[in-house]
């Protein structure tokens, strides 16, 4: 059984682990890519046999702006390995040779685990995040949203990802697209999960409510609007809004509080060169 890297590999022996680890992740993979999203658009890392692969992770360029500068971070996805050869080290090789190939090409390298305990064996430390907490109440807003189905709106969805401004000049990842497609389609496909257009600023306001709470997921545009701005779309009043992002750009009022997303911990290798509380939004996690 031979390891391998390289940029380009059959999708027939990378498809098994894959699928296996994350069911139906191979119709997403394949979609994304009529969008312009091809899964090797990155390194790949792979272990495999005479006929399929093993183990597989992924790594991609992720720059993120801090604190107003751009820092050039490496970004590992999709770690898994089939069960039939679960045991034997092969991610943690994987890994180490993904390490070593990022030493010299990034400051450092992110991902996001609800394993924690494993990769801390590998020197990946913890990063606390936060949401942000923001007393407010506002009455039912006066614009529309409308809910964006593949493949209907696919255009609009990469024409609001191209050139979009910052939501947050505090810590902000850069994507066009490649990240947010797989997120708001992988088990949601037609429906792009949370993810609602409107053409009073020409983008996406991502959101989901739980009675008069606002949860703010990530705002995509290529002019970053007001708070007020973002409100005046909301179906029904609110008292309160949690910020899954840094807010910087909306207020300077919202309270940042511990919190651990949906899809874990957020670990580091190396050093993440930000200070003060951040949040890397839902749709930005890979």
């Not at 380009?8 to 009529?34: A, H, N, Q, V, W």
């Not at 529309?144 to 609009?156: E, G, N, Y």
């Not at 970053?224 to 779309?233: C, E, T, V, Y």
């Not at 207020?251 to 949040?279: I, R, W």
Request: charged letters at 20%; aromatic letters at 12%; hydrophobic letters at 35%.
């Amino acid at each position: 059984m031979g390891s391998i890297f390289k940029k380009m590999i059959e999708r027939k022996t990378y498809f098994p682990p894959l699928e296996e680890s994350f069911p139906g992740i191979k119709d997403t993979i394949l979609y994304c890519e009529k969008l312009g999203f091809p899964w090797d658009s990155g390194r790949l890392f792979i272990k495999e046999g005479k006929t399929t692969a093993y183990s597989h992770v992924g790594l991609f360029e992720c720059p993120i702006l801090i604190e107003n500068q751009w820092h050039k971070i490496g970004a590992l996805h999709a770690i898994c390995t089939r069960s039939t050869h679960r045991g034997q080290g092969l991610a943690s090789q994987l890994l180490q040779e993904a390490l070593t190939w990022a030493e010299s090409r990034f400051e450092c390298v992110i991902l996001f685990t609800d394993i924690p305990e494993f990769y801390e064996k590998l020197s990946f430390q913890r990063i606390q995040e936060y949401r942000f907490h923001l007393r407010c109440k506002h009455p039912k807003g006066a614009q529309s949203l409308t809910s964006m189905i593949a493949p209907k709106d696919d255009a609009l969805f990469l024409h609001c990802f191209k050139d979009r401004d910052p939501v947050s000049n505090c810590l902000w990842i850069k994507d066009n697209g490649l990240i947010s497609s797989f997120n708001a389609l992988f088990t949601t496909y037609p429906t792009y999960r949370s993810l609602y257009y409107s053409a009073t600023i020409n983008g996406f306001i991502s959101w989901v409510s739980e009675g008069k709470t606002l949860h703010l997921l990530d705002v995509v545009a290529n002019k970053m609007p007001s708070l007020d701005q973002i409100l005046d779309h909301l179906p029904s009043s609110i008292e309160e809004i949690y910020f899954y992002f840094s807010p910087d750009r909306l207020t300077q009022s919202a309270v940042p509080e511990p919190y651990l997303c949906d899809n874990g911990y957020l670990m580091v290798h190396g050093t993440l060169p930000c200070v003060k509380p951040f949040m890397i939004s839902p749709l930005s996690r890979c």
